[in-house]
């Protein structure tokens, strides 16, 4: 299932100690300057990578990028390699630093 997930609900389960699967799909550089944790695969790196997640393609797996449009395409991708319980952080970690930093 490909669906969304808004940055509030995002901070609120971890705040609450989820354990969740989080792929930012932002260049290196990006995620290194901000990151709330979770895996690094460039998008343009995702095709040849998806083995690197170490989730099954079951596993809920959030995916975020600056504003949501690297991630939104991530998603679709994962979606057309079996992964079927991906979600697309809407608005980004722009959305996230808004509400927390």
């Not at 790196?45 to 504003?67: D, F, R």
């Not at 991708?77 to 079927?84: I, N, R, S």
């Amino acid at each position: 299932m490909q669906g969304k997930i808004e940055a509030a609900d995002l901070l609120n389960r971890l705040d609450k100690g989820e354990k969740l699967t989080l792929l930012d799909v932002r260049e290196e550089i990006e995620f290194y300057t901000f990151n709330i944790g979770g895996k690094n695969i460039p998008l343009q790196a995702l095709g040849q990578n998806t083995g690197e997640l170490g989730a099954n393609k079951s596993e809920e797996i959030i995916v975020m990028c600056s504003a949501g449009l690297r991630s939104a395409t991530a998603t679709a991708l994962l979606a057309e390699k079996g992964y079927t319980n991906v979600k697309n952080l809407t608005g980004g970690l722009l959305a996230v630093r808004k509400l927390k930093y």
